[in-house]
């Protein structure tokens, strides 16, 4: 059968299980709505809560990430598993002690004031809009692939999808389909990674194949490496073709530092992902729960340097130096979507590097390679660079790469790549919209109750009827399917990178809010106001700046990117908050008591 039709078959099974489960768990009241009635045992939480976690960022970007970026992707692993570790010791159970249904519902109360809980209701509506915006990116590339139609025609399947269970059965139904689909995606994700790893290096855990050496059967389908470590390899072939060696970093070490603890504390102020810990009977299971989500998202993410890799060592071993005509089928499938291009230049050729050669024009090869100047010979303003087989070139374009692939494809056509059966590149389309889905369901439901929950009936209606409450909680997940479906049509970047932009605007937001609201009863709510209000701004006025207006890396203040921007707010914010509360009028008692009682996570 063809990849199209097991993707029909594969993506139907998986799609038809979501919705099952959705109308077999279907809300019936606000608290099975916002928090599942508290009844979610910790390892199916600690499952859902992996789902929830390992986004489109996580399953299709991130090691399309780290194929190109080499040592420097590792920061969104360190990050993003760092931040679990955060998660776990300091927010986890002092929240599920706190016991209330929603983060802003906690600022509110902590901070004695309808104006931090409004401010905050408006961060995490901000936070998780531009979170979703990536997910559903996301979900629109996998279905212009494999289902074969427009990348926003995607976009709009999917905002169907995730309106049904998400606007039906709440958190209790979520919960469930969070289950079912991390089953979905760590599988996809795996299958093709044990089957690479045995052809390339004969080791069948993915994890070990990345540290070992080619086997003769991987030289053979490679053409060359056999002995070689898959590392020393991709070393040699980046350098070949004018990169820089794929274990060398990149990124100065200042914006690799900020942008790793940005996504670090980002974990740990994620409104979706705190929310999670609101489920589980019991105070000792919300720090359970956060175990078990690590175990579950370590599986992934020790498995996606490997992807990377592989993927990566294919991806330039199979396309260079190939005539068009003759290009994998993998690179015409992929450029029907317009996420892979080829544009064929025209060069000059130069035998010696000093003297101008005959005049080729376009030879229909596709060339992936790196500008390499050399600074002796340039007549007429022409740049002089290595081919991909070691023939000096002149090119009047002086970048003389001529294929363009998007990042977010490599671990959706890694199989391709590989020549593997079509079911299993159908697997990985099915993990993709998993992954996607079950995050973009969890934001939904973040920014239902925010708006619901929040500010209906925390601000605007406070007698508002559990049946009103619960109508408007549905309400507010239709709309903001439709509004993330529009980000998702016109996103801010690649999808880890706008998830990255997400997890420094909840840095530099909740997390100081969140740390000094549990430990430091002097805390004020003058000083959570104006802590969160100017750390979010600076930071999202940072992001904005220098992602659309000026988009120069030379402009970055210390050389620190958007992504790593968060870390700074962060600070700002910290320092904000401390010297405000310091300035203001004490909390009263009642509230320094329940700080007091929060503060030892044991049961009530």
């Given at each position: 059968?063809?990849i199209?039709?097991?993707?029909?078959?594969?993506?139907?099974?998986?799609?038809?299980l979501y919705i099952?489960?959705?109308?077999?768990?279907k809300?019936?009241?606000t608290?099975e709505?916002?928090?599942?009635?508290?009844?979610?045992h910790?390892?199916?939480?600690g499952?859902?809560t992996?789902?929830?976690?390992?986004s489109?960022?996580s399953?299709?970007?991130?090691?399309?990430?780290i194929?190109?970026?080499?040592?420097d992707?590792?920061?969104?692993?360190?990050?993003?598993?760092?931040?679990?570790?955060?998660?776990?010791?300091?927010?986890a159970?002092y929240?599920?002690?706190?016991?209330?249904?929603?983060?802003p519902?906690?600022?509110?109360?902590r901070?004695?004031s309808?104006?931090?809980?409004?401010?905050?209701?408006?961060?995490?509506?901000?936070?998780s809009?531009?979170?979703?915006?990536?997910?559903?990116r996301?979900?629109?590339i996998?279905?212009?692939r494999?289902?074969?139609?427009?990348?926003n025609?995607?976009v709009?399947?999917?905002?169907?999808?995730?309106?049904?269970?998400?606007?039906?059965?709440?958190?209790?139904?979520?919960?469930?389909?969070?289950?079912?689909?991390?089953c979905v995606?760590?599988?996809?994700?795996l299958?093709?990674a044990?089957?690479?790893?045995?052809?390339?290096?004969?080791?069948?855990?993915?994890?070990?194949?990345?540290?070992?050496t080619?086997?003769?059967?991987?030289?053979?389908?490679?053409?060359?490496?056999?002995?070689?470590?898959?590392?020393?390899?991709?070393?040699?072939?980046?350098?070949?073709?004018?990169?820089?060696?794929?274990?060398?970093?990149?990124?100065?070490?200042?914006?690799?530092?900020?942008?790793?603890f940005?996504?670090?504390v980002?974990?740990?102020g994620?409104?979706?992902?705190?929310?999670?810990?609101?489920?589980?009977p019991?105070?000792?299971?919300?720090?359970s729960?956060a175990?078990?989500a690590?175990?579950?998202?370590?599986i992934?993410y020790?498995?996606?340097?490997?992807v990377?890799?592989?993927?990566r060592?294919?991806?330039l071993l199979?396309?260079?130096?190939k005539?068009?005509?003759?290009?994998?089928?993998w690179f015409?499938?992929?450029?029907?979507?317009?996420?892979?291009?080829?544009?064929?230049?025209?060069?000059?050729?130069?035998?010696d590097?000093k003297?101008?050669?005959v005049f080729?024009?376009?030879?229909?090869?596709l060339?992936?390679?790196?500008?390499k100047?050399?600074?002796?010979?340039n007549?007429?303003?022409?740049?002089?660079?290595?081919?991909?087989?070691?023939?000096?070139t002149?090119?009047?374009?002086?970048q003389?790469?001529?294929?363009d692939?998007d990042r977010?494809?490599?671990?959706l056509?890694?199989?391709?790549i590989?020549?593997?059966?079509?079911?299993v590149?159908?697997?990985?389309?099915?993990g993709?919209?998993?992954?996607?889905l079950?995050?973009?369901?969890?934001?939904?439901?973040?920014?239902?109750?925010?708006?619901?929950?929040d500010?209906?009936?925390?601000?605007?209606?406070?007698?508002?009827?559990e049946?009103?409450?619960?109508?408007?909680?549905?309400?507010?997940?239709?709309?903001?399917?439709?509004?993330s479906?529009?980000?998702?049509?016109?996103p801010p970047?690649?999808?880890?990178?706008?998830?990255?932009?997400?997890?420094?605007?909840?840095?530099?937001?909740?997390?100081?809010?969140?740390?000094?609201?549990?430990f430091?009863?002097r805390?004020?709510?003058?000083?959570?106001?104006?802590?969160?209000?100017?750390?979010?701004i600076?930071?999202?006025?940072?992001?904005?700046?220098?992602?659309?207006v000026?988009?120069?890396?030379?402009?970055?203040?210390?050389?620190?990117?958007?992504?790593?921007?968060g870390?700074?707010?962060?600070?700002?914010?910290?320092v904000?908050m401390?010297v405000v509360?310091?300035?203001t009028?004490?909390?009263?008692?009642e509230?320094?008591?329940?700080v007091?009682?929060?503060?030892?996570?044991?049961?009530?």
């Amino acid at each position: 059968m063809s990849i199209l039709t097991w993707t029909w078959i594969i993506v139907g099974l998986s799609f038809a299980l979501y919705i099952g489960i959705a109308i077999w768990s279907k809300a019936s009241s606000t608290g099975e709505f916002y928090v599942a009635e508290k009844q979610v045992h910790p390892i199916a939480n600690g499952m859902a809560t992996a789902a929830d976690w390992m986004s489109a960022a996580s399953f299709i970007s991130m090691a399309g990430l780290i194929s190109f970026m080499g040592r420097d992707g590792s920061m969104y692993l360190m990050g993003w598993t760092g931040g679990y570790v955060l998660l776990a010791l300091l927010l986890a159970p002092y929240l599920r002690k706190y016991g209330k249904y929603t983060v802003p519902q906690f600022v509110g109360d902590r901070y004695y004031s309808n104006t931090a809980r409004v401010v905050a209701l408006l961060s995490a509506i901000f936070v998780s809009f531009t979170y979703v915006a990536g997910q559903m990116r996301g979900v629109g590339i996998v279905f212009s692939r494999f289902l074969e139609v427009s990348i926003n025609t995607g976009v709009i399947i999917g905002m169907c999808i995730v309106f049904f269970y998400a606007v039906l059965g709440g958190m209790k139904g979520i919960t469930y389909t969070q289950v079912a689909q991390y089953c979905v995606l760590i599988i996809a994700y795996l299958i093709p990674a044990i089957f690479i790893s045995i052809m390339l290096t004969g080791n069948p855990i993915p994890m070990l194949g990345y540290g070992s050496t080619v086997s003769a059967g991987g030289a053979q389908i490679l053409g060359q490496g056999q002995g070689m470590y898959i590392l020393d390899l991709l070393d040699k072939i980046h350098t070949d073709l004018g990169f820089k060696a794929y274990t060398a970093g990149q990124k100065p070490l200042i914006d690799l530092f900020c942008t790793t603890f940005a996504l670090m504390v980002g974990t740990a102020g994620l409104p979706h992902v705190i929310i999670r810990f609101f489920t589980v009977p019991k105070v000792r299971d919300a720090r359970s729960s956060a175990g078990w989500a690590l175990l579950f998202i370590a599986i992934l993410y020790t498995t996606a340097p490997a992807v990377a890799a592989f993927a990566r060592t294919n991806f330039l071993l199979t396309i260079n130096g190939k005539k068009y005509e003759e290009a994998p089928s993998w690179f015409k499938n992929w450029e029907k979507t317009k996420l892979v291009g080829f544009k064929d230049k025209a060069i000059y050729k130069t035998a010696d590097g000093k003297t101008i050669g005959v005049f080729k024009g376009k030879d229909g090869s596709l060339k992936y390679l790196e500008k390499k100047e050399e600074k002796p010979f340039n007549p007429e303003g022409m740049t002089l660079v290595k081919d991909f087989d070691g023939v000096m070139t002149i090119s009047k374009d002086p970048q003389v790469n001529e294929v363009d692939v998007d990042r977010d494809i490599m671990v959706l056509a890694n199989p391709e790549i590989a020549k593997l059966p079509a079911w299993v590149v159908a697997l990985v389309a099915a993990g993709g919209l998993a992954a996607a889905l079950s995050t973009a369901a969890g934001l939904l439901l973040v920014i239902s109750a925010a708006i619901s929950h929040d500010l209906i009936k925390g601000v605007i209606s406070p007698n508002i009827s559990e049946k009103g409450e619960l109508v408007w909680a549905r309400i507010a997940a239709g709309l903001a399917v439709i509004i993330s479906g529009y980000f998702g049509i016109n996103p801010p970047g690649f999808v880890a990178q706008v998830v990255a932009f997400a997890f420094g605007l909840a840095a530099s937001s909740f997390f100081p809010l969140i740390i000094l609201g549990i430990f430091w009863k002097r805390a004020t709510k003058e000083g959570a106001i104006a802590g969160m209000l100017v750390g979010i701004i600076f930071t999202a006025w940072y992001i904005i700046y220098f992602r659309f207006v000026n988009t120069d890396p030379k402009g970055w203040w210390f050389g620190i990117s958007p992504e790593g921007i968060g870390t700074i707010g962060m600070i700002i914010n910290f320092v904000v908050m401390w010297v405000v509360s310091l300035m203001t009028p004490p909390p009263p008692k009642e509230i320094q008591d329940m700080v007091e009682n929060v503060r030892y996570p044991r049961e009530a």
